[in-house]
């Protein structure tokens, strides 16, 4: 199998987005990086080009996007003290939809780096 080298590729795990990574990648995985942190290295190592899950899933079952919104709308209208989390390696638009959503809901907004 061919190597791929990728010079200043961007890492968006952690939000510092370092943009000097090197990646060496067989086919559509990637098995070794130059200058990323051990986060940004477990991350690009474990990333794929593969779908590992459907579109959507409901408890755990493959469900369709339109029923897993409306399921999302339920349990968020539902709740007392709702909270939008989560945000990494998600773009800006992204996350500027989360905060809309989270302003017009009454929720706190948290991000995986609380942990
Ligand atoms: S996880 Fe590491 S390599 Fe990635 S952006 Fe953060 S500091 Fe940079």
């Known amino acids: 199998m061919s190597l791929t080298i990728v010079k200043h590729a961007t890492c968006t795990f952690c939000g510092c987005v370092c943009d000097d990574i090197e990646l060496h990648a067989e086919g559509d995985k990637i ?10 290295t ?3 190592l474990n990333h794929t080009a593969e ?6 899933l409901i408890d755990g079952k493959e469900a ?3 029923d897993a919104i409306e399921t ?3 349990f968020l209208y539902q709740a007392n003290m709702p909270l939008v989390y989560g945000m990494s390696n998600v773009t800006c638009e992204a996350q500027r939809e989360a905060v809309s959503l989270a ?3 009454g929720a706190v907004i948290d991000s995986h780096t609380s942990l």
């Open 31 to 40: 098995v070794k990086t130059k200058a990323a942190c051990s986060l940004g």
């Open 42 to 44: 477990s991350w690009f």
């Open 64 to 66: 369709s996007v339109d």
């Open 51 to 56: 779908r590992l899950y459907p579109a959507a």
């Open 72 to 74: 999302a709308a339920e």
């Open 103 to 105: 302003e017009k809901i």
